[in-house]
T-cell receptor, first 114, second 114 residues
Framework: EAGVAQSPRYKIIEKRQSVAFWCNPISGHATLYWYQQILGQGPKLLIQFQNNGVVDDSQLPKDRFSAERLKGVDSTLKIQPAKLEDSAVYLC????????????FGQGTRLTVV | AQSVTQLDSQVPVFEEAPVELRCNYS??????LFWYVQYPNQGLQLLLK??????LVKGINGFEAEFNKSQTSFHLRKPSVHISDTAEYFCAVTLNTGFQKLVFGTGTRLLVSP
């Protein structure tokens, strides 16, 4: 069974530039999560999708971050414009609708904003 | 809203000694609880889960955790640790009603030395 795929693995951008991350969840997983993990901290939920609907996006900085999950499969997270404090690892995860919380994580995208 | 607290940011222990990593949760309704592990330079993976039933749950690599509703705790234990258990451990919680967000704690770094 293929795992959660994320790309790119690494990205370095200058502040005020834009960046996009892509995630392909495990086939059949209705729930998709995007987390931000700053070095030395726990994962912070940015947005959680159930199919193509949003379950929670209360901690998504909506003035600069956006996310979409078209057709309820893969998802894109965008930052525009980026700030220095956005430097982090962005984790995508997915889970079955029948197994809430049992998330499978991708390898993450390490973003460095300079 | 649900939350988890991991009081210990770092736990040093000698190889073959027992260890307990503490997790307390906060919620006004019933919850599902999880422990995830993140080995160096790897993604997060599920270690064990509590959904219902027996309060003592066993996971991979000899870890176990006990759900204590009266103390709102879900501590992780292992009777004898190995060097290879050195990793970051995260407690996570979600509510068991409908589609709810998965929230992580700040993590505990387990450092096993010879």
């Amino acid at each position: 069974e293929a795992g959660v795929a994320q790309s790119p693995r690494y990205k370095i951008i200058e502040k005020r530039q834009s960046v996009a991350f892509w995630c392909n969840p495990i086939s059949g997983h209705a729930t998709l999560y995007w987390y931000q993990q700053i070095l030395g901290q726990g994962p912070k939920l940015l947005i959680q999708f159930q199919n193509n609907g949003v379950v929670d996006d209360s901690q998504l900085p909506k003035d600069r971050f956006s996310a979409e999950r078209l057709k309820g499969v893969d998802s894109t997270l965008k930052i525009q414009p980026a700030k220095l404090e956005d430097s982090a690892v962005y984790l995508c995860a997915s889970s079955l609708e029948a197994a809430p919380g049992e998330a499978f994580f991708g390898q993450g995208t390490r973003l460095t904003v300079v | 809203a649900q939350s988890v607290t991991q009081l210990d940011s770092q736990v040093p222990v000698f190889e073959e000694a027992p260890v307990e990593l503490r997790c307390n949760y906060s919620s006004s309704v019933s919850v599902y609880l999880f422990w995830y592990v993140q080995y160096p330079n790897q993604g997060l993976q599920l270690l064990l889960k509590y959904l219902s039933g027996s309060t003592l749950v066993k996971g991979i690599n000899g870890f176990e955790a006990e759900f204590n509703k009266s103390q709102t705790s879900f501590h992780l234990r292992k009777p004898s640790v190995h060097i290879s258990d050195t990793a970051e451990y995260f407690c996570a919680v979600t509510l068991n009603t409908g589609f709810q967000k998965l929230v992580f704690g700040t993590g505990t770094r387990l450092l096993v030395s010879p």
